[in-house]
């Protein structure tokens, strides 16, 4: 079936410093993948996304890479800020078929001044 | 323009009550989802409403559960008789369509409190 796997939290990190969260998928085909980002107190956003293998998707400083042969896309920022702090979810989907995404547990990060 | 919104905030019930959650979605989008985040967990896939089509329901965990839609509007999640365990964030998004392509664009959600 299809799954996601994401680092578990929480993440506690000083300002600036570098980011990785890691996320596997395991799905049949050529899904999307997505990173969704949860601030304190709002609803989940789309903070970026991949359609198909080595595409790079970019936002507010955060990377990450679609890796088909590593079954990876994890998230990566250089110089985090405080006001990152924020719990990340990664996702995936099928453009073609459309109903589920299917989530991973999410990932708290915590960046500390 | 107006976002996903859901009502009410918060909810408390009584172990076996029944109670009713509403979602408003953004005007224009035909795909609506509803999901469960349970403490410490993953988003959990309940139902999927696109358009007029029949909604798919095969993440509903139980008969308790229901859904319904009115055309490309307003949808109710209904919980019968809840129990503990139904203790969580549920969580609605909607999209332009319903190809995985497409943003989903998520509600604050009804954080559900069984007692």
């Known amino acids: 079936g299809n799954s996601v796997t994401q680092m578990e939290g929480p993440v506690t990190l000083s300002e600036e410093a570098f980011l990785t969260i890691n996320c596997t998928y395991t799905?049949?085909?050529?899904?999307?993948l997505f990173w969704y980002v949860q601030y304190p107190g709002e609803g989940l956003q789309l903070l970026l996304k991949a359609t198909k293998a080595d595409d790079k998707g970019s936002n507010k400083g955060f990377e990450a890479t679609y890796r088909k042969e590593t079954t990876s896309f994890h998230l990566e920022k250089g110089s985090v800020q405080v006001s990152d702090s924020a719990v990340y979810f990664c996702?995936?989907?099928?453009?073609?078929?459309?109903?589920?995404?299917?989530f991973g547990t999410g990932t708290s990060l915590t960046v500390i001044p | 323009g107006a976002g996903v919104s859901q009502s009410p905030s918060n909810k408390v019930t009584e172990k076996g009550k029944d109670v009713e959650l509403r979602c408003d979605p953004i005007?224009?989008?035909?795909?609506l989802y509803w999901y469960r985040q349970r403490l410490g967990q993953g988003l959990e896939f309940l139902i999927y409403f696109q358009g007029n089509s029949a909604p798919d329901k095969s993440g509903l965990p139980s008969d308790r559960f229901s859904a319904e839609r009115t055309g490309e509007s307003v949808s109710t999640l209904t919980i019968q008789r809840t129990q503990q365990e139904d203790s969580a964030v549920y969580l609605c998004a909607s999209s332009l369509t319903g190809t995985g392509s497409y943003e989903q664009y998520f509600g604050p959600g009804t954080r559900l409190t069984v007692t």
């Open positions: 799905a049949t085909g050529y899904p999307s």
């Open positions: 996702a995936l989907a099928y453009p073609n078929t459309g109903n589920q995404f299917y």
């Open positions: 005007s224009g989008h035909t795909a």
